[in-house]
């Protein structure tokens, strides 16, 4: 069965073609970074408008790239949330438009499950069940997956995703938006031990995050240091080191705490955070000692991209999973609501 997948929740139009024989065959996607970075942040109507001139152009590349003509697609999965209302709006009605137009079954998939899905696109990829951390722009959610649907929220943050904390942060630093990777760049410049930041509750039981606490920390820093003086390049690049190594330590605390607890040895981490390098390292360390073992998606798959809802929706769409003829999105949507495989049929 040949999926299309149409990812446009935020600022990325992703784009991909999936078939459940033959994988992958093609994926291509729009960052909309260099629109948004003058405002510091994602614009909603302008992230809107760019999925309108993005989506079909793409498309058209990803079916010259895999050979293929838009008859042998027999299925088509697009972003129905959480995201974007106006961006969310977009890939659903250009999907649906599209499904109706070819005579083919369309399928609103799960952003969250598309991240969560994203390391089974890798031909080394996890069995289940497994626990997986999923770290994005607008989420820090650990949770247990026994297979495609079946979904346990063990922990969350209880305030800032780990994505818009590395964001924040880096706002504070004066560096672009979004923050993630240039944090990381400085990180590799900065002295360790020069600042220990707090690892914001790994003393107190449970899997929940905070990164709020972590942020005024920060804020606090970089005020002494321009107290001090200045805050030359040397300063960003200590404090970002500090800011990163406590929210990795946070992270990879909770990650095997929650493995502990379920008595499971794989773990998977997805979203963009999941990009970060010294996260990935410091999780494969830690679990390696514990016989584990974390795997993660290729690097351009961590963050936003077209290739895991196609691939989420293909698993959907086999299974007989249709949506009816109407579009809904839903900015918000907790995943322990969606149904597991054989428990919605066609209709
Ligand atoms: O999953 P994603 O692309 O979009 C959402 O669904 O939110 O995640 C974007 C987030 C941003 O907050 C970005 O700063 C962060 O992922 N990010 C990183 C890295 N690359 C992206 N954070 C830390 N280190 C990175 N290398
Ligand atoms: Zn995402």
Redesign the pocket.
């Known amino acids: 069965m040949l999926v299309l997948g149409l990812e446009t ?4 139009t992703g784009v991909a073609l999936y078939d459940t024989e033959r994988g992958l065959l093609a994926d291509a996607l729009f960052s909309q970074v260099d629109i948004h970075v003058e405002y510091g942040g994602v614009v909603p109507e302008l992230a809107s408008r760019d999925h309108i001139r993005k989506t079909l152009p793409l498309l058209e590349e990803v079916l010259a790239r895999a050979g293929c003509q838009a008859t042998d697609i027999d299925g088509v999965a697009y972003t129905a949330g959480p ?1 974007l209302v106006g961006a969310l709006m977009v890939g659903a009605t250009l999907a649906r438009a599209l499904a109706w137009g070819w005579g083919v079954p369309a399928l609103g998939v799960h ?2 499950e598309g ?1 969560l899905l994203a390391p089974m696109l890798e031909e080394d990829h996890p069995e289940y069940p497994f626990v997986a951390l999923l ?5 820090t959610q650990l949770v247990r997956v026994d297979a495609i649907g079946q979904y346990r929220i063990l922990g969350e943050s209880l305030d800032d ?4 904390a ?2 924040k942060a ?1 706002k504070m630093l004066g560096l672009p ?8 760049r400085l990180a590799r410049q900065g002295t360790p031990g020069r600042f220990t930041f707090p690892r914001p509750m790994v003393n107190r039981p449970g899997l929940d995050f905070s990164f709020s606490g972590l942020k005024t920390y920060t804020l606090n820093t970089v005020a002494d240091c321009r107290a001090a003086g200045d805050l030359d390049e040397q300063d960003k690049c200590d404090i970002a080191l500090a800011f ?1 190594e406590a ?1 990795v330590a946070t992270l990879v605390i909770k990650c095997r705490r929650a493995l502990k607890q379920e008595q499971l040895k794989t773990l998977v981490i ?10 990935r390292e410091q999780l494969a360390t830690a679990l390696a000692r514990e016989g584990g073992r974390v795997f993660y998606p290729a690097p351009r798959f ?3 991209n077209g290739a895991m809802i196609a691939y989420a929706g293909a698993q959907r769409l086999q299974a007989g999973q249709v949506d009816a003829v109407a579009s809904r999105v839903r900015p918000r949507w907790p995943m322990e609501e969606l149904p597991p495989l054989a428990a919605r049929g066609a209709g």
């Open positions: 929740s935020c600022d990325e995201g952003h969250m991240h770290v994005s722009g607008g989420h995703a780990a994505g818009e590395f964001d880096a938006y979004p923050g993630g990777p240039h944090i990381a990163e929210v997805a979203g963009g955070v999941s990009a970060n390098v010294n996260l961590c963050t936003d």
